[in-house]
């Protein structure tokens, strides 16, 4: 039996060595265009700020594949074959393969802007954007970063730490409040601001222009406003790769739609991570996960499934997410909507400098929701509240415990009770 993975991000790693725990005889391939081993594409924005080595971003040794059997191919996979079961490759001819696993990843949205693919106009997703970042930056002094969001902000430090300055154009009122609530969205409005970086809200690309050699030498936005600058960060948010699949016989949506075991329609051919959108039947929306952690989670059990593990199916648990906007460390943990539902109940609490901040959510009387800004609570403590259906008094009561901030940073948890408590019985 062979299986072929296209792509060595952490959804197809976690898929490869989860088949050979199980499958210790069956040959293995994993194929990436983008580099020899896996790497953390999160690690991305430190290797450039120089915090780490690239080579510290391989959570493998080298040797690690050749002692598990996984044949590691360097190649672009160009078509699928799904009826001969054949992967066309763009530097080897063919690969014949009994099952596929297709973890291809997501894309940077681009939106046909006029000059969107002038020099010096990128997205950052992968070693090939980080290796072009490195020379779009060489003599530049300004930047203007599209999008709000999560790798935006990390684009713009990058930028910053090399003293350039970027400045965002935010569609919305304030940043990414399509995803969080208005008052950890204006946290991070206020922060951008504090670090004398640009922040345009309200405020959307028109086009992009030529400096008449095929560099970008400044945009225009929908204000008709020209923002001088030699490098533009397409950071619009990302979409699955669906192109291998969308040229063949698999069935796509905005993902490759799989089921809850990442079979696709076609037998033998499964798809996980951020690339697959798994259907949700009789469900309005279906589930796009894309993150790290859901990778790791989805590549696992795609693993077990192709493995022929029976009853394998995915349970994607309590919604986790941590990010970092500039200095403010962000956790979230259930599904925190950015407009509370009128069977909710949020108790919100900031700290009068803007860096801290806590949200609690709760629904006929148990926790199902929490926002954390600028304060770091344990993971495990935080999530089984959630699943366990805790009270407010109990989370009141362990709420110290949960923190896990270094031992000398101040600690707010007395504060956060007091105002919470004194709002309840208002
Ligand atoms: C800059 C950045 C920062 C991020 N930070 C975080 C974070 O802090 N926390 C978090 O949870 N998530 C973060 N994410 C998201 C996270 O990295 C992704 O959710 C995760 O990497 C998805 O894993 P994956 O294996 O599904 O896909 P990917 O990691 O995208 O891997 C897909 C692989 O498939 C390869 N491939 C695609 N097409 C082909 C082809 N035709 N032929 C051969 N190979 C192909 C690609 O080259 C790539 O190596 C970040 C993403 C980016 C871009």
Known sequence: MHVA??????????????????????????????????????????????????????????????????DLLRDWVTEIDTQNKQLKLHKNSSLNFDKLLIATGSKSNKFGWPGQDLDGVQGLYDLMDLKLLYENCKGAKNAVIVGG???????????????????????????????????????????????????????????????GNGRVKGVITDKDEFIDCEVVGLTAGVSPNIDLAKESSINTGKGILVDWGFRTNETDIFAAGDCAEIIKEGEERNLLQQVW??????????????????????????????AKFLDLEYQTYGMIMPKAKDSEEHLFWEHENNLHAI??????????????????????????????????????????EANFDPEFYTRFEEDIIRKFKKEQAA
């Open 149 to 211: 969001g999560l790798i935006g902000v990390e684009f713009a430090e990058m930028l910053h730490s090399r003293n350039i300055h970027p400045t965002f154009l935010v569609r919305e009122k304030s940043y990414w409040n399509n995803v969080l609530p208005k008052e950890e969205s204006e946290m991070v409005n206020k922060l951008i601001r504090k670090q004398g970086l640009g922040l345009k809200l309200e405020t959307e690309l028109k086009e992009i222009v030529d400096n």
């Open 359 to 400: 949200r609690i959510v709760t629904e006929n009387g148990s926790v199902t929701g929490i926002n954390v800004m600028g304060l770091r609570y344990k993971h495990k403590v935080c999530e089984s509240w959630i699943r366990e259906k805790r009270s407010l008094e109990y989370v009141f009561d362990n709420l110290k």
């Open 5 to 70: 993975i296209i792509g060595n991000g952490v959804t197809g790693v976690s898929a490869a060595i989860r088949i050979r725990q199980l499958q210790p005889d069956w040959k293995i391939t994993m194929i990436s265009g983008e580099s020899d081993y896996h790497y953390s594409r999160p690690a991305l924005m430190y290797i450039f700020m120089g915090h780490m080595r690239y080579q510290d971003t391989k959570p493998y040794e080298n040797s690690f594949w050749e002692l598990n059997k996984i």
């Open 293 to 322: 952690y859901t990778g790791k989670m989805q590549g696992k059990v795609a693993g077990e499934s192709i493995s022929g593990l029976e009853n394998t199916t995915y349970d994607p648990g309590i919604w986790y997410n941590s």
